[in-house]
Nanobody, 123 residues
């Protein structure tokens, strides 16, 4: 049973920063998604098995950084210069398949999901 446990969400003012963490029960290709009320779940960032490649949505590029610590089976999302439009529930996702440098940005490409953590950015 794969388990993903997110933490680090909260309320922050615009321009502020938050760091999300996701602890996994193994080593996987990892991604972060978010879902705002009334909207579809959207891709935020992904990182390959080794951490050698990272991918970002255009909306967060330059502001968010995804990283991983394979010794801890954990992945992180450092979010800076937060905007009100970043407000959403953020989900950690894992895939146990794929090529070393493959970009996975569709929710259907991931096999396991965390419970989500709320991020709220006030203006």
């Amino acid at each position: 049973q794969v388990q993903l446990v997110e933490s680090g969400g909260g309320l922050v003012q615009a321009g502020g920063s938050l760091r999300l963490s996701c602890a996994a029960s193994g080593r996987y290709y990892m991604g972060w998604f978010r879902q705002a009320p009334g909207k579809e779940r959207e891709f935020v960032a992904a990182i390959t098995w080794s951490g050698g490649m990272t991918y970002y949505a255009d909306s967060v590029k330059g502001r968010f950084t995804i990283s991983r610590d394979n010794a801890k089976n954990s992945v992180y999302l450092q979010m800076t210069s937060l905007k009100p439009e970043d407000t959403a529930v953020y989900y950690c996702a894992a895939s146990d398949s794929g090529l070393p440098f493959e970009l996975k940005k569709s929710p259907g490409e991931y096999d396991y999901w965390g419970q989500g953590t709320q991020v709220a950015v006030s203006s």
